[in-house]
């Protein structure tokens, strides 16, 4: 199976931009996904990126892939205290678009 | 349109209890999937269902898990006689394709809020 790591802690200050990075094993991951879990409740869907593309922005988010480094990252502009959450990245299998595989998770911080 | 329904949301069973954890998908969703999220931890597949099949249980433990997807009704994931390391946070969701489709098929997959076991 595929390995996806993160770093586990973020803290940023209200206003600044927040980037949260990610690395991954399987070079033949189809799709990469950033989630976000607030505390205890599910996780909701941010974006997705499809592995042919190396940057996709959906209003303050911005995500970034380096196909060649197996690196995602996640920048949040203008971080607000409501994004203060877990973020999660998952790559998905070519077996299997949905065969969603996780991070440990990066806990942002966002400091008013 | 009712996202996917998970419950109960909490629950507390003592070591050697059953537990049982439904869940409906998506309206129009016929495929659902169960995660485990460990306290601390990703969540880690266990099960990929279609309506009367399993398709995919690689991710279950051998012995006193078990998961099913009736004709009618919900999903249900059964633990039977948990243990302390049971303790969890069991993740559902669904999406409208099989497994190999993705978004830009038209094919999310939508979690539920969980259900968070606890064992005493």
């Known amino acids: 199976g595929e390995d996806v790591e993160q770093s586990l802690f973020l803290s940023v200050r209200e206003g600044d931009s927040s980037v949260i990075n990610c690395t991954y094993t399987d070079s033949s991951s189809t799709y990469l996904y950033w989630y976000k879990q607030e505390p205890g409740a599910g996780l909701q869907l941010l974006t997705y990126i499809f592995s042919n593309m190396d940057m996709k922005q959906d209003q303050r988010l911005t995500v970034l892939l380096n196909k060649k480094d197996k690196h995602l990252s996640l920048r949040i502009a203008d971080t607000q205290t409501g994004d203060s959450a877990i973020y999660f990245c998952?790559?998905?299998?070519?077996?299997?678009?949905?065969?969603?595989?996780f991070g440990t998770g990066t806990r942002l911080t966002v400091i008013p | 349109n009712a996202g996917v329904m998970q419950n109960p949301r909490h629950l507390v069973r003592r070591r050697g209890q059953e537990a049982r954890l439904r869940c409906s998908p998506m309206?129009?969703?016929?495929?659902v999937y169960w995660y485990r999220q460990l306290p601390e931890e990703g969540l880690k597949f266990m099960v990929y269902?279609?309506?009367?099949?399993?398709?995919?249980e690689s991710g279950m433990p051998k012995e006193r898990f078990s998961a099913e997807f009736p004709k009618e009704g919900p999903s249900i994931l059964r633990i039977q006689q948990v243990v302390r390391g049971d303790s969890a946070a069991y993740f559902c969701?669904?999406?409208?394709?099989?497994?190999?489709?993705?978004?830009?098929?038209?094919?999310?997959?939508?979690f539920g809020e969980g259900s968070w076991l606890t064992v005493v």
């Open positions: 969701a669904s999406s409208p394709l099989g497994r190999r489709e993705g978004p830009r098929s038209g094919n999310t997959i939508y």
């Open positions: 998952a790559g998905a299998q070519q077996t299997g678009a949905n065969n969603l595989f």
């Open positions: 269902l279609q309506k009367e099949n399993i398709i995919d």
């Open positions: 309206k129009g969703h016929s495929h």
